[in-house]
């Protein structure tokens, strides 16, 4: 599953991701989610399910939800 996600606030944002696992058809304990490297756009990262999910100021990620 590809998520996107961005922000145009001017301060850093946290945020919390509201997945509809059932829909899915996943376990959310049995996913991972990661932001992969992208060349001039992201920076790799691992995030846990749950966790809080930094947003830069004017900035966008784009993430993958697995199973694992």
């Given at each position: 599953?590809?998520?996107?996600v961005a922000s145009w606030a001017t301060t850093p944002v946290?945020?919390?991701?509201?997945?509809?696992?059932k829909a899915l058809g996943m376990d959310p304990s049995k996913v991972t989610l990661k932001a992969p490297?992208?060349?001039k756009f992201?920076?790799?990262s691992a995030?846990?399910?749950g966790s809080a999910i930094t947003v830069e100021p004017g900035k966008g990620l784009l993430l993958e939800l697995k199973e694992k």
């Open positions: 599953v590809l998520i996107s946290d945020i919390h991701l509201a997945i509809d696992w490297t992208i060349d992201q920076q790799g995030f846990e399910i």
